[in-house]
């Protein structure tokens, strides 16, 4: 599986933006980078995800190097509500691990008032 | 529209016991997972289903786990014997319908305790 590299955590102050980074040196080129977060005693929510361009959403910016090998996460205005675990994923494509999450430690971020 | 359903959300046994868990996915999905989240790490994929077959079972301690899709809806994951360190949140994700395909959407896990 290919993996993800995170730092273990980080902090924000409320409505300021926080760049969230993740490496992946050995992403193949099929491999979509998704973003997922998990808020305390809650059940992991997709952020966004994206290929080789970048992409924006409701509730998030997805940044990816030209090389792919770094992609970065940005929450625009961070609020309290944003306090969770932050996942870096790469989703394999094709075959019979199509869909399949391999999540890892993930960033812890920290939202202060 | 609802999400992934779960049941029961705790269950406390004591070890030999077994247990059974409970997920009934977003209506339309084919695809759905059973996770286990041991405290401080992120989830592990025990099983992946497509419909009623098994895509993934890979991970899945066979000795003890079994799971079931029958009729390609609602799933049941089973432990027998439980042992101390299958202490863990057992997450239920689904996904699949035409329009959010690249998402899985998570229940909100059944934490099981055994002692």
């Known amino acids: 599986d290919a993996k993800t590299t995170q730092p273990n955590s980080m902090e924000s102050n409320e409505e300021e933006p926080v760049h969230l980074p993740c490496n992946h040196s050995t992403i193949s080129g099929t491999d979509y980078i998704h973003w997922y977060r998990q808020l305390p005693s809650q059940g992991p929510e997709y952020v966004i995800h994206g290929l080789t361009s970048n992409v924006n959403n409701r509730m998030a910016s997805l940044a990816i190097a030209e090389d792919r090998k770094s992609s970065t996460l940005i929450l625009h205005r961070a609020t309290l509500r944003d306090a969770a675990v932050y996942y870096c994923?790469?989703?394999?494509?094709?075959?019979?691990?199509?869909?399949?999450?391999?999540f890892g430690q993930g960033t812890i971020l920290t939202v202060h008032p | 529209e609802a999400g992934v359903a779960q049941s029961p959300r705790y269950k406390i046994i004591e070890k030999r016991q077994s247990v059974a868990f409970w997920c009934n996915p977003i209506?339309?999905?084919?695809?759905l997972y059973w996770y286990q989240q041991i405290l401080g790490q992120g989830p592990k994929l025990l099983i992946q289903f497509q419909n009623n077959g098994v895509v993934d079972d890979s991970q899945l301690p066979k000795d003890r786990f079994s799971a079931e899709r029958l009729k390609g809806v609602d799933s049941t994951l089973k432990i027998q014997p439980a042992k101390l360190e299958d202490s863990a949140v057992y997450l239920c994700?689904?996904?699949?319908?035409?329009?959010?395909?690249?998402?899985?959407?998570f229940g909100p896990g059944t934490r099981l305790t055994v002692l």
């Open positions: 994923i790469l989703r394999e494509s094709g075959g019979t691990s199509y869909g399949k999450l391999t």
């Open positions: 209506s339309g999905h084919a695809t």
């Open positions: 994700a689904s996904s699949g319908d035409r329009y959010t395909y690249n998402e899985q959407f």
